[in-house]
């Protein structure tokens, strides 16, 4: 299945090449929001870095990724990480362009993602890193029953390079 729906106008749609300008345009047109977290933002030029990295992520089929939907317009980005078939543990890693914060779309998504983990793709565990001072992605792992698994102290460089600590989240069948 292609596509996810969340609720209203708002979906998942797995990952195409032709995503690659909607990303980089949210990249390039809100690096305060997003750059504030996602290291990556400030490293990203040009749509052909876009391209590459969805090519990338196109390549490593045990970690579908996931474009966020509002009808026909990007939202955001969802997708497992780290995917690890003997010990059945995956991550879940995400971002939401500023507009769209607030609105219930990203928990529906996890909520997605995590009941595919679980019964498609045969995962007992679930892992969501969030910077321990980033408040609203912290809260989504919160609301869906994730327990504090640990923090991992200066487990992310930030693009100003300051190192950040992360909250580890964990969901268990």
Known sequence: MNTIPLFGPYA????RP??????????????RHLGRWLPFVAETHCVEQSEAVVAGMLADTANPVYTIRDGGAFAGLIGF????????????????????????????????LCGRAFTQMGMRRIEIRCGVGNLPSNAIPRRLGFRL???????EELSDGEWIDLNVYVLER
Request: proline share 2%; aromatic share 6%.
């Open 12 to 15: 998942l749609r797995q990952l």
């Open 18 to 31: 032709e995503d690659a300008a909607d990303i980089f345009r949210s990249i390039d047109t809100q690096r």
């Open 81 to 112: 990480k780290s995917a690890d078939a003997e010990k059945h543990s995956v991550e879940i890693g995400y971002w939401l362009r500023e507009e769209q914060q607030g609105k219930g779309i990203m928990t529906a998504a996890v909520r997605a």
């Open 149 to 155: 698994s640990h923090v991992e102290p200066r487990g």
